[in-house]
């Protein structure tokens, strides 16, 4: 069974600090994804990532960073925490680019105050 | 660019209501559009697709057609259980893009 593990479930950060989501992927999966879920947007992608130590711009990468430091973590950063980024955030993994099939996390619930 | 449009947002029904949630979507190459489920604390998880050549696809009692015609895809179920109770995503692929595109979502709530 494929399995991708999200850490921490939910976070609460303040405005201005530092906040680092933790993804791990037991698929043995080359792909990997960060999505930001909105009420009324649907799941956009920030960032994503094909190889260890190489990390691509999605959608909407402005105020996020990402880093993979080996196939099985993928890390989303955010450096400077603003309320705009209060959402529920979803790593996903997929063994190429083009799957159709993702696997994703439960999702960690991040709130900036 | 591609896009998919996903305009019901909440739908409510009752146990063996019919189902039926529809998307629009644009795109100039030929396209895979797929349903993905998201149960309540967990993540998507893809629930069927459907490509031009098959015309339909079917799992778990749900069924995905699409319309060329109206750039169209839908997702029907003849008797929604309580279970059922979730958010459902439409998704477009197109073969020029290897980037999944997601719908808005609608939330599902089916009242025993």
């Known amino acids: 069974e494929a399995a991708v593990t999200q850490s921490p479930r939910s976070k609460v950060a303040v405005t201005g600090g530092k906040v680092t989501l933790s993804c791990h992927q037991t698929n043995n999966h080359d792909y990997m994804y960060w999505y930001r879920q909105d009420t009324g947007h649907g799941l956009r992608l920030i960032h994503y990532?094909?190889?260890?130590?190489?990390?691509e711009k999605g959608d909407i990468p402005d105020g996020y960073k990402a880093s993979r430091p080996s196939q099985e973590n993928f890390s989303l950063i955010l450096e400077l925490a603003s309320l705009s980024q209060t959402a529920v955030y979803f790593c996903?993994?997929?063994?190429?680019?083009?799957?159709?099939?993702?696997?994703f996390g439960s999702g960690t619930r991040l709130t900036v105050l | 660019g591609d896009s998919v449009t996903q305009k019901q947002g909440q739908v409510t029904l009752s146990e063996d209501d019919f189902l039926f949630i529809n998307c629009t979507y644009s795109?100039?190459?030929?396209?895979?559009l797929l349903w993905y489920v998201q149960y309540p604390g967990q993540g998507p998880q893809l629930l069927l697709k459907?490509?031009?050549?098959?015309n339909k696809g079917i799992s778990r009692g749900f069924e995905a057609t699409y319309d060329k015609g109206t750039t169209s895809f839908h997702l029907q179920k003849a008797s929604v259980q309580e279970s059922d109770s979730a958010v459902y995503f439409c998704?477009?692929?197109?073969?020029?893009?290897?980037?999944?595109?997601f719908g808005s979502g609608t939330q599902l709530t089916v009242m025993p």
């Open positions: 990532s094909y190889v260890a130590d190489s990390t």
């Open positions: 459907v490509t031009t050549a098959n």
């Open positions: 795109t100039t190459t030929y396209p895979t």
């Open positions: 998704a477009l692929e197109s073969s020029g893009s290897w980037q999944l595109i």
């Open positions: 996903a993994s997929s063994e190429w680019g083009g799957e159709e099939t993702l696997y």
